[in-house]
């Protein structure tokens, strides 16, 4: 296991540069073709946003959250979903959609799911922009609890690396795989209070519990405190340790995967 661990954070770590030069090429490759280029990555995501807005904040006239208006408490659950549901379900992917370089040369495949979070933190950051600028003209301003992005998107890397790993490894045995997390990933959208606030919940306390133990849910939870609550990252020591516990865990198995079919991804393209 530790012999695992080791090749994983060696083989990544003396891979950063190679890691920043895929992702580049990837989000370049995505917008080669268009003529707005860039601008994409700001406007798709706005209008998935606006659309789940009209249809949950007016359609449906969801009340106030906590005081919050619930545009505004949406947004700030939806942008965070945007960048780890596609770290998800397209890390999935991540050793198969690169099997053509993996069976022609010798290549660090446990660097491929780290490409594929480090392309949608590029996607990430320009919709924080676009949320940023949202806020502000809201007049909800910057202060120093902002700073804890930083944590919590630090936190969705590590996650979304973690279970790409285990999941991109076994969507080679098993194609099945990637269909599998995508229904998931749907259903969690619903699951996860990000539509909805978990206070719904109040009653049922068991359920409560169930649903603070995801780790999406802790750094969803956390994006909104960063912005809203300003509770500080201190106030969920135990949903942050039952976070880094499975982060943990799917690190480990992640990577006794990756070391243990290093040599027989080719064999199972």
């Known amino acids: 296991m530790l012999k695992s661990i080791k090749y994983v954070l060696s083989e990544n770590f003396s891979n950063l540069y190679r890691i920043y030069s895929i992702s580049k090429y990837e989000v370049l490759a995505d917008i080669r073709d268009t003529r707005l280029g860039i601008f994409w990555n700001f406007v798709s995501p706005t209008i998935n946003i606006l659309t789940y807005w009209f249809v949950f904040g007016i359609v449906m006239n969801r009340n106030d959250v906590d005081g919050i208006a619930f545009f505004d408490w949406m947004i700030a659950g939806m942008v965070c979903w945007f960048f780890i549901r596609p770290c998800i379900v397209d890390g999935c992917n991540a050793i198969f959609q690169h099997s053509k370089m993996i069976s022609k040369m010798k290549f660090p495949v446990s660097i491929l799911p780290a490409t594929v979070v480090m392309k949608e933190l590029f996607n990430h950051l320009c919709l924080m922009i676009v949320v940023f600028i949202i806020f502000m003209l809201q007049g909800i301003m910057p202060d120093v609890h902002w700073l804890g992005l930083l944590y919590y998107c630090f936190c969705a890397v590590c996650f979304c690396i973690a279970l790409s790993m285990c999941t991109s490894v076994l969507n080679m045995l098993a194609r099945d795989t990637k269909k599998f997390v995508s229904s998931i990933m749907r259903l969690l959208l619903y699951m996860t209070p990000i539509l909805w606030p978990l206070s719904r919940f109040e009653e049922f306390k068991w359920i409560q519990y169930i649903m603070k133990a995801n780790p999406i849910y802790y750094v969803v939870a956390g994006y ?40 027989k991804f080719a064999d199972l393209i």
Do not use: P
């Not at 340790?241 to 990756?258: R, Y």
């Open 224 to 263: 909104r405190d960063c912005f809203f609550y300003h509770l500080g990252f201190w106030a969920y020591r135990y949903r942050a340790l039952c976070f880094w516990a499975i982060t943990l865990v799917l690190f480990v198995i992640g990577s006794v995967l990756m070391n243990k079919f290093k040599s």
